[in-house]
């Protein structure tokens, strides 16, 4: 199941980050949803990019994640999947995003000097981007994708809340990533914990945090991607 | 609890129109001046034909979702506000509450955008008079849950 894009980041300046901003757009845009890994279970390129991440993000800010979490890898159907939703959708205290790498990319923002206000005020940035809108001193995100484009076979009817959900959840993964190189223009992607976490979900290995030392990797099983 | 089912309007479609229209308002322009001359909703009236629970009008909504509405609410001094107030007070709280915390851009409802959380959809659209909560469903419908200020 994929995504269209609501505009062309190809024609789009989004300021020194653009080419970093175009890349991360367009390849999250071709992430094909909820399919078996590209490779097979058996390829460990997922598990090696998520490995990735967690290196950056420690070596970026300790507290942000364990740098020894147990990642365990786990394939099944939609009812594993939505089982591992459910577990995670409605945490009593540590949330992952909110807890972990929301404050990675807060911590990185403020590091680089960046504030959204400044970088949407037309300076470093054009005004008639298509990431945000300006509300006197604050900013709104775009949404990047059309509303119920999407394509491809969708979830089964009693694992679409779930499905989106999730999408979504990682999508906020997608809008750290873009900050960070709005934040840090000049910096390689490779260098962002965010895009090899957003690369892991690209090759069909889905991230749940049971807690802030034990990941699942998720992967459903079927025919592999080539 | 009964929720009204809203039909929005072709989301993808308004949100565009929405932004566009920002765009064309500038910076500093309150929201409100985008549905100047949109229909507005009669909030009591609108409550009535919708069948929104008086007595609790947020129940089912996440701590975190509550938690920034009461302190939104807390910023406006209880009182009504308008829609650009309303927003800045939203923005203000989600930025105080949620490390790197971000709103978007929902959609558009009958009287203008929709503002909020992109995970569970809840967000903020100009009501008759100040900010009506909203929910915006993954399928795409609006489901109006009361004003921000009772």
Sequence with gaps: MKRALRFDPTGCDYGPASASVRTVLNEWAGVDWFVPPRGGRASVHGVRLFERHLTAAHAYKSGAVDRNAEVQTVAGGWQRFSALCERVRNPQSWDWKYSGLKPLSLAHSEARGWRRSEAASGRTFPADNPLFLRHNDAIIWMPVFRDGDDEGAPPPPEHASDALWYRSYADMDCYECLEWQLAEPAAPLVANPFYALLRCYAEGWYPFALGPASFVLFAFVGRPRL | MLVPHVPAVAPNVEARRARERLSDLGANTPLLALSANAPRITLGANAQAAGLCASDPFAGLNP????????????????????????????ETVVELIPAGRVYLLGAGANGPIIGSLVSGVGITPGGR???????????????????VP
């Design chain 2, 64 to 91: 975190r979702d509550l938690r920034i509405l009461e302190l939104a609410r807390q910023k406006l001094g209880g009182h009504d506000a308008d829609f650009g107030k309303a927003l800045q007070a939203l923005i």
């Design chain 2, 130 to 148: 100040g900010a009506l909560v909203v929910r915006v469903d993954r399928d795409g419908r609006l489901m109006a849950l009361g004003p921000l």
